[in-house]
């Protein structure tokens, strides 16, 4: 596939998104900017490769992707000093691109990689607007050492002297960059938005389908966590608060969607009595998860850290309310707790245990449920990603303040 895109007559100013792998819910967004703001060319750089994510992306072709990545380079490498000058040949590649084809304004998603902070410091000097955006949130603001909060507070705070404006998620987002000096009105929510179309509904026969492929009897309810088998999404803590509740609630089984290096070590744990009760589902695509939604009864999200978590997002527009710990940003903005769901005290097993007897109730749950379209339709009103990215564009007269879409 081409580094960079055929040459075109279109002279409309550009518009660069600068990502690291192409998910679905960033090709969402960029497809959204293509149809809802024409008057700029987008152009969606890409700067890794998958990394642990398996992810089937079709049609990116529809917002202009220019990839940079090698699908065997992990994002993690990025900061290592072996891969130093690769990293800074990246930023000149996109940097010859903003060049060649007027491109205004660039959002750099992340800022720590020296693709990153190369292309900031060329975009400060030389005219072009630039804006940072990140999921990174208060909660889990947590240095290892005093020297790495000192080169944080550093590298964090010229970032943010040198971008026209910051892009958080939401409030827990919001109040990390202004603990490292950005000033509140330049700050525009630019959260993570799966295609909430996709989730909304789904075909009953493919849901019976699903429940059939994986033994998911309609006569049971279901608790359900999805996201990678690791140990910062304590599923450990939520195995064991599973087995706390299990003998009170006998007609509840607990799904686990998703893998990694600790499958094993957590089926190890859940006891004998309880393994037909436990179904792992291994890793699912987005249409699979999607059906999986709409079996659950309730999603959990045990987390100890985790900046945003789109399955948030996905599962309330599926109906189902969620039970997060209180370090998710995505959870922190759009679950009311006690209303459309729960929220406990990371790592607390007796909240756990407390808000999963409350979910599983009855009465209790089905209030919750009700709850959870309008507490979702409340956050889309307050934060539409496109709404942040216009403002933002007409902060610094990229596009004028009388676009709309």
């Known amino acids: 596939m081409p580094a960079t895109p055929k040459e075109t007559n279109d002279d ?3 518009f660069g998104i600068v990502s690291n792998v192409a998910t679905p819910y960033r090709i969402h967004l960029q497809r959204r900017v293509v149809a809802e703001i024409p008057q700029l060319k987008l152009y969606s750089f890409f700067t890794h490769g998958r990394a642990d994510f398996n992810w089937e992306v079709r049609d990116a072709e529809a917002i202009n992707p220019i990839w940079l990545g090698d699908e065997r380079y992990y994002e993690y ?5 072996r891969n130093w000058v690769r990293e800074y040949r990246k930023a000149g590649r996109i940097i010859d691109t903003v060049r060649r084809r007027r491109i205004a304004a660039v959002l750099v998603n992340g800022y720590r990689d020296l693709t990153r902070v190369r292309l900031i410091r060329w975009c400060r000097a030389h005219g072009i607007h630039v804006f940072m955006r990140g999921d990174s949130n208060i909660r889990g603001d947590r240095p290892r050492t005093v020297l790495h909060a000192w080169a944080k507070r550093r590298l964090l705070a010229w970032v943010i002297r040198s971008c026209d404006a910051v892009m958080p998620m939401g409030r827990l987002g919001q109040a990390y960059f202004e603990k490292y000096g950005a000033d509140p009105g330049r700050c525009f929510w630019v959260p993570y938005e799966p295609d909430y179309d996709i989730f909304t509904t789904a075909d009953p026969d493919a849901i019976a389908a699903f429940r059939a492929e994986h033994g ?6 279901y608790l359900l966590f999805g996201g990678r088998l690791v140990p910062v999404k304590r599923v450990d803590l939520l195995i064991d608060a599973f087995v706390r509740i299990a003998d009170r609630r006998g007609d509840w089984n607990l799904i686990i969607a998703g893998d990694g290096r600790l499958r094993e070590e957590l089926a ?3 006891p004998r009595s309880l393994a037909d009760r ?3 589902l291994g890793f699912l695509e987005v249409d699979a998860m999607r059906l999986a939604y709409h079996v659950a009864d309730v999603m959990v999200l045990p987390s ?9 997002n996905e599962a309330m527009a599926a109906g189902c309310p969620v039970v997060s710990s209180d370090v998710v940003g995505a959870a922190w903005d759009m679950v009311k707790d006690r209303v459309s769901g729960r929220l406990f005290p990371a790592g607390d097993i007796d909240a756990l245990t407390e808000a999963l007897l409350d979910v599983t109730d009855a009465a209790t749950g089905a209030r919750y449920r009700e709850a959870t379209d309008e507490a979702l339709a409340d956050w889309r009103r307050r934060a539409d990603p496109v709404e942040g990215i216009r403002q933002a564009l007409q902060s610094v007269g990229v596009l004028p303040d009388s676009v709309t879409s």
């Open 12 to 14: 409309r100013p550009g």
């Open 77 to 81: 490498e990025a900061g290592r000093p």
């Open 216 to 221: 998911l009897a309609a006569s049971r309810r």
């Open 268 to 270: 190890a744990r859940v």
């Open 278 to 280: 436990v179904i792992w």
């Open 304 to 312: 100890d850290y985790e900046p945003w978590a789109l399955v948030v």
